[in-house]
């Protein structure tokens, strides 16, 4: 994959563990094949599509562990339930899970990004308010 | 010879590339598909390849992929000590660096065989269009030129051509120039002829 410079940390299971990026190629490949095996189960064919696709998963999440040890661990605790594969998925080719967004309900800005009234607008406006002051 | 015909050896209306041993035909026709799939990533081509490859061959793709020549390891470090992980390296290895070179140069022979073009010129071109992509594909709808119906070359035929057209002498070196440059830190191969009379237009200048 990768060569070692391009190592990446995620916190899994609680403890911090290293990967191997996945590459964008390996993605899309992933991704296609996802689609392929949905097409597949909606048209009505048997979850072996979807089986095989675990497979390719699970192979692909495997390799970009750095260390065994931690590999070993997250297998052992996927056999517990104690984490779900697309967790796992999300960590090892994103780093983070994010809530998909809520069209209903967009994103507000918060109020620190507010920017300040430039100095010279607030000057203005105080001359403007007070007319004595202004007819100076 | 199977085709006779220029425009159909240079501009076939599907495109095969030769990797990891197979060749592997697109699902890529219209010159919609094929903007779309340079435009997801133009700068390693993965929409074109593994991501044109066709439903039936991803297995296959997946498997040649993956079976590539297990490298020694040449770092110098010492025997791993256990079984797991001596299976970890070798398991890690079965995804090489070398995939994404393979994959990516084999993306850019698909774009050149499907535009009839350089490569590099044909994702200059999509780069750009897809930057004012509502004006372009608007000023091309108007034309009757549908990048949904119209095959690739054809396409990129139009959409040069349009912006040829729309600008002045100057305009029209600047957009030459800047299609015809390679992506940075690309080695174009050229032929003993073409070297030959770069070498002597450079000596003439």
């Not at chain 1, 909606?42 to 497979?55: H, I, K, P, R, Y």
């Not at chain 1, 984490?83 to 800005?109: H, N």
């Not at chain 2, 108007?142 to 396409?155: M, N, Q, R, T, Y």
Request: charge should be negative; aromatic fraction near 6%.
């Amino acid at each position: 994959m990768a060569d070692e410079d391009n190592i990446v940390t995620h916190k899994l299971l609680g403890r911090d563990m290293q990967f191997r990026p996945v590459s964008p190629g390996q993605l899309v490949l992933i991704n296609r094949m996802a689609q392929r095996a949905q097409r597949q189960v909606d048209e009505g064919e048997t979850a072996a599509a979807f089986n095989s696709l675990m497979v390719k998963m699970l192979d692909l999440i495997d390799s970009l562990f750095v260390f065994e040890q931690d590999r070993q661990d997250v297998e052992d605790a996927m056999l517990a339930g104690k984490i779900s594969l697309e967790e796992v998925q999300s960590i090892a080719f994103g780093g983070k899970t994010e809530p998909a967004p809520d069209d209903a309900d967009p994103v507000v800005a918060p109020k620190t990004l507010r920017s300040k009234r430039p100095a010279a607008v607030a000057k203005v406006a105080k001359k403007t308010a007070n007319p004595r002051r202004a007819a100076r | 010879m199977q085709h006779a015909d220029v425009l159909a050896s240079t501009r076939p209306n599907r495109v095969t590339v030769g990797c990891l041993g197979r060749h592997w035909e697109l699902a890529l026709s219209t010159a919609a598909q094929w903007i779309g799939a340079i435009g997801y990533d133009p700068d390693r081509l993965v929409g074109i390849f593994p991501g044109g490859v066709a439903d039936e061959d991803l297995e296959a793709l997946w498997e040649c992929s993956r079976q590539l020549h297990v490298q020694p390891d040449r770092t110098g470090e010492s025997e791993p000590e256990t079984p797991g992980q001596l299976l970890r390296t070798q398991r890690a290895q079965l995804w090489d660096q070398n995939i994404e070179r393979k994959w990516v140069n084999s993306a850019r022979v698909a774009v050149a065989r499907g535009s009839g073009r350089d490569w590099w010129w044909t994702v200059n071109l999509v780069r750009k269009v897809l930057g004012i992509w509502p004006y372009i594909n608007g000023q091309l709808l108007l034309s009757g030129v549908d990048a949904e119906k119209l095959s690739f070359p054809s396409w990129c035929d139009a959409a040069f051509m349009l912006l040829w057209t729309s600008a002045d002498a100057e305009g029209r070196t600047k957009l030459e120039l800047e299609l015809s440059m390679p992506p940075a830190g690309i080695a174009v191969a050229m032929s003993p002829k073409a070297t030959k009379k770069m070498l002597s237009d450079f000596a003439a200048d």
